[in-house]
């Protein structure tokens, strides 16, 4: 029954998107063959071929390795406040496992330090020979543009502004189709420097986090493409320029000096956006717990966006019983962002989810797709070319529908294979 579910619901993601649509005949078949087949490939690749778990068990314990470097440094800087019991002696004594685990002076370091590592690896070249890797698959098979292709693609690795500012200089010539493109990507993925942050965050609940983050993220790419042409079809030739990746760092410690710089803002901005998101919530709750409410539970936010997106979460192939709590995860990452909502993933209570229905939404987070990234990528996007700032603010909201629609898909394609 799930799996019927979950096919029902790719079609009815599909459907929503036409009904969006500025053009809403029935989209070209090939556009969903290519769509979706390339989806259904890359998570039966993952998920059913045996090297390719080796390869991410690998990239996992790779993470497992950045976070043992980075708690070096946060115990030299921090003392026994960046480290755990295993290797500090602490001036107290410890009731509560888990109870030492401070997020600020532990967790968050992990974002500054996965940033250098990605400043060095983009100085000597090896993450745009990636990029251009994944940008060569999606212009051949979606049949986008070099400028779009090399955009989406970037939204794999690098962040919802980041990548549009690798083709800054060609934004102004993407057509309309093209530019919502862009920002649908940008919606439906997150950016690398906080994929191992999220990963460490879901590494006691999940096997293999860090790849089954990536995967949701290369996955939803070719699935926010296809949204988009739907939402906002090509009427326009599509551009075709040959895209020159620049390196940005003039050294190695130019690198490191910079992206150094870089980490820290993301790191203390992710902080400050967590303290105030959670201090909303429950400012909200408690003024919600004022209001009468039939039974010994009083009303909640996450209630509330549990009722609304219950049926979203259902179409995902997530069983009705657990929909409840499925979908006030799905909300809280509209409402608020996807780091809150992986916080409460990863503390969730026994028996709210099966394994199945962790894995649906551990792919169904993982996007940009909420009302503060709005904002950033209308600022972002905007500024760099100020010249289609109206129409940049017209088509934002319409790809915050289509990143959401295409992490649903996502959802929905692992619940099947997984």
């Known amino acids: 029954m799930t799996y019927l579910q979950a096919l ?42 045996e090297m390719v778990q080796r390869v991410l068990t690998a990239i ?11 708690e070096a440094g946060t115990l030299f800087v921090f003392g026994y406040l ?46 745009p020979l990636i990029v251009r890797g994944f940008s060569f698959v999606l212009q051949r098979s979606m049949g986008v543009s070099g400028a779009v292709g090399l955009g989406a693609a970037a939204n794999i690795f690098i962040g919802m502004v980041e990548s549009p500012a690798l083709i800054r200089p060609y934004i102004k010539q993407l057509n309309r189709s093209e530019l ?13 420097s906080v994929m191992v942050f999220y990963s460490v965050i879901l590494a006691d609940v999940i096997d293999n986090a860090l790849g089954h983050i990536l995967t949701a993220s290369v996955i939803s790419a070719p699935a926010a493409i296809m949204l988009a042409l739907i939402m906002v079809p090509a009427n326009e030739e599509a551009t075709d320029q040959k895209i020159e990746l620049s390196t940005h760092y003039h050294s190695l410690m130019d690198a490191i000096t910079k992206g ?38 009083s009303l909640t936010l996450q209630g509330i966006l549990g009722f609304l997106f219950s049926p979203l979460v259902w179409l995902m192939g997530i069983p009705w019983e657990e929909a409840q709590f499925a979908g006030s995860l799905m909300g809280i990452k509209t409402v608020l962002n996807e780091l809150v909502a992986f916080l409460a993933l990863a503390d969730v ?10 894995i649906i939404m551990t792919y169904a987070l993982c996007g940009f797709a909420n009302f503060a990234s709005l904002g950033i990528m209308i600022a972002g996007i905007s500024g760099m070319c100020p010249q289609r700032a109206q129409e940049i603010v017209l088509l934002a909201p319409k790809s915050l529908i289509s990143g959401t629609l295409a992490t649903c898909m ?4 692992a619940g099947l294979l997984a």
């Open 60 to 70: 996992n314990q790779g993470v497992s390795a950045i976070a043992v470097a980075t």
């Open 8 to 49: 029902l619901g790719l079609s009815v993601f599909i459907a929503i998107a036409v009904g969006c649509s500025e053009d809403r005949r029935l989209p070209h078949w090939k556009l969903l063959a290519v769509g979706l087949g390339l989806q259904f490939l890359i998570a039966f690749i993952v998920f059913r071929v």
């Open 349 to 358: 209570p026994a028996g709210s989810l099966s394994p199945r229905s962790f």
């Open 82 to 127: 960046g480290g755990g019991p295993a290797n500090v002696a602490y001036p107290y004594s410890i009731d509560e496992p888990g109870a030492t685990l401070i997020l600020a002076f532990r967790v968050l370091p992990l974002i500054l330090f996965f940033t250098v590592l990605s400043a060095i690896l983009w100085h000597y070249r090896i993450l």
């Open 180 to 192: 919502f493109i862009v920002m649908s990507c940008g919606m439906a993925t997150i950016a690398g």
């Open 410 to 413: 996502t959802g929905a394609i």
């Open 260 to 297: 150094t710089s870089d980490g820290l803002k993301l790191m203390v901005n992710v902080g400050a956006m967590l303290l105030i998101l959670v201090a909303l919530v429950a400012l909200f709750n408690s003024m919600l717990s004022l209001l009468p409410f039939p039974g010994e539970d």
